[in-house]
């Protein structure tokens, strides 16, 4: 267990740390110069469509997620086009749509009928692919509008569903998925009402109301157990889940804060550095159980730097139990399967995977490539 230690607290200096700090980097340079003002054209274009400008806090911009080291995807709230708006949550009534609904717009002082549907089942409710179509037409319209500096290159394409803004400089390529979304704060979706079950250390009644009051995106994205309907809308909790993970202070305040997150991003880079072996698991699968991880270990000793071999083994252990129960449940929504869409077969492989990777760092930590630092 010591070698194990020892190569993962390494592996933590050199590659993780080095990592985070280039990713803050990486977002602040293209965020600055491209994203934000790719959006201000968008609303130029298209004042329906004005989006809020994420402000940074501490080199995060609300609503941006790091999927690897050069790939980000960003939730852009659209302030604008839905003044007064409603949300249907259509989880409770079906669990194989748990996390969807339908938006419903209010009167406006502007013109709709482009993204509401006028016939079907799901008349008079807000088109999620009508929204992000035409946000993603704005912004082809927009990219080449911009001011960049010399030696950046930007081209917008649509890839359903999201509009990728690629930055070349020099010899880096970044990719921003953009995805638009609307922002119901101080609302929370009635699939969420028994959430949580209780309450501890982590997760205490003050904590609760911060994030209730956070509210919910609704993300115009589809939803892959229904992909013909064009009106369902994701839930996304980011707010929330940013808010849970945040760093804490010890209780002696000279020592550095505990941050819960160190184990899942170890893992994440792993993940990262070989998808193929890690398919179908994406980082909000990792994230999930880091949540309920949380839930269990409410004490934040146990999340000390001296604890992280034993925090990562068990997270690592979670991850691969679900994967073989097919069973990872929503941390707000309890009948939500977040592994519902994938077949026995795609998680019977990736158990056998990851069961073979998790043995090889445990047995030999200083011989696994999955730790190397070179």
């Known amino acids: 267990m010591d070698e194990l ?46 989006c809020a400008s994420p402000l940074p806090n501490e080199a995060y911009f ?103 803004v690629k930055i070349l400089r020099g010899p880096d390529l970044f990719f921003f998925e953009l995805v638009p979304a609307f922002l119901f704060p101080q609302e929370w979706p009635s699939s969420a009402a028994s959430w949580p079950e209780s309450t501890n250390e982590w997760l205490t009644e003050s904590d609760i109301k911060v994030v209730k009051d956070l509210g919910f995106y609704a993300l115009a994205l589809p939803c892959p157990a229904n992909p013909g309907d064009p009106s369902l809308f994701r839930i996304s909790f980011s707010m929330a889940e940013k808010y849970l993970l945040r760093k804490t202070p010890q209780t002696d305040i000279e020592l550095p804060p505990v941050s819960r997150k160190d184990s899942e991003k170890i893992l994440r880079i792993i993940r990262e550095s070989d998808k193929d072996e890690f398919s179908p698991v994406n980082s909000y699968h990792i994230k999930t159980v880091l949540l309920h991880e949380c839930m269990r270990w409410p004490d934040k000793t146990l999340w000390l730097p001296e604890n992280l071999t034993e925090r990562f083994l068990e997270l690592f252990r979670d991850l691969i139990f679900a994967l073989d129960n097919h069973e990872l449940p929503h941390f707000f929504i309890r009948d939500c399967n977040l592994l519902r869409q994938y077949s026995t077969q795609q998680l019977a492989g990736a158990t056998a995977r990851l069961r073979a990777i998790y043995q090889e760092i445990y047995v030999t930590p200083t011989r696994s490539i999955r730790l190397s630092i070179d």
């Open 62 to 164: 609300q609503g941006m997620k790091t999927t690897s080291v050069n790939e980000f995807e960003l939730t852009v709230i659209l302030t604008d086009l839905l003044p007064l708006k409603g949300f249907e949550d259509i989880g409770y009534q079906n669990s194989s749509l748990s996390c969807y609904g339908h938006v419903i717009p209010q009167p406006a002082p502007h013109h709709l009928g482009d993204v509401v549907l006028e016939s079907g089942t799901s008349q008079g409710f807000v088109s999620a692919h009508r929204v992000r179509q035409i946000f993603a037409q704005l912004a082809t319209q927009a990219a080449p509008l911009l001011h960049v500096m010399i030696g950046i290159t930007v081209e917008v394409v649509y890839r359903e569903p999201y509009t990728v």
């Open 5 to 50: 230690n020892t190569a993962l607290h390494r592996f933590n200096q050199n590659i993780v740390q080095p990592s985070r700090h280039l990713c803050r980097e990486t977002i602040a340079f293209c965020m600055t110069q491209v994203i934000l003002p790719l959006l201000e054209k968008i609303g130029d274009l298209d004042v329906r469509f004005k």
